[in-house]
């Protein structure tokens, strides 16, 4: 079974133009929802982690807030170097599993 | 980049042989984990190790065998590499990060496997 599902699997944005991105998970006993980015050729980056419902973080342009069943990432008026692929990760047990991720592409 | 480093970046090899992929970090992690990344699947976990020759299996194991003769190496070996195992291999470490002691993993620069 799923435990992590992101959506959409990709997103074209203009420069300036807001939008947001959906993790989804069905865990039970969360104990923390990580976001990470990743560029092309390279590892992920850890972004934020967020531990219980209605928890914000924000860093630059995102945002990251958590529900009971899911989290969004919210970019306010992307640059294009906020183009990149965002992963999102929930740990059960010893292991983290990981969604597909989104495709960002934000165009000047 | 919590000190991590993977070697070789690339390589590409033939259908049948065993390879080794090499994780090292300087700064005395316990944990470090192998990870597969494809598209369409993501990253998902092959095995991962809890300290010097502590190893346990992950989602994706099979075909894939690991050691950790030291604290600052883990090792993953493909014992007969397959066509399907072509894919970009990441390690990670983990570190304390919550008030609960909750782990926060980082990741390597990865390595490109070419299985042909």
């Known amino acids: 079974e799923d435990q992590v599902t992101q959506s959409p699997e990709a997103l074209r944005l203009q420069e300036g133009e807001s939008s947001s991105l959906n993790c989804s998970y069905t865990v039970s006993g969360l104990r923390g929802l990580f976001w990470y980015r990743q560029d092309p050729g390279k590892g992920p980056e850890f972004l934020f982690t967020l531990y219980s419902a209605g928890e914000e973080k924000e860093k630059e342009r995102l945002k990251a807030t958590l529900t009971k069943k899911e989290s969004f990432l919210h970019i306010t008026a992307p640059k294009p170097e906020d183009s990149a692929t965002y992963l999102c990760?929930?740990?059960?047990?010893?292991?983290?599993?990981f969604g597909t991720g989104t495709s960002l592409t934000v165009i000047p | 980049d919590a000190g991590i480093t993977q070697s070789p970046r690339h390589k590409v090899t033939e259908t049948g042989t065993p390879v080794t992929l090499r994780c090292h970090q300087t700064e005395n992690h316990r944990y470090m984990y192998w990870y597969r990344q494809d598209p369409g699947h993501g990253l998902r976990l092959i095995h991962y190790?809890?300290?010097?020759?502590?190893?346990d299996k992950g989602e994706v194991s099979d075909g894939y065998s690991v050691s950790r003769s030291k604290t600052e190496d883990f090792l993953l070996t493909l014992e007969s590499a397959t066509s399907s195992q072509t894919s970009v291999y990441f390690c990670?470490?983990?570190?304390?990060?919550?008030?609960?002691?909750?782990?926060?993993?980082?990741f390597g620069p990865g390595t490109r496997l070419l299985v042909l």
């Open positions: 990670a470490i983990s570190e304390p990060s919550g008030l609960a002691g909750e782990e926060t993993q980082y």
């Open positions: 190790s809890y300290g010097v020759k502590d190893t």
């Open positions: 990760a929930v740990p059960v047990g010893n292991q983290f599993y």
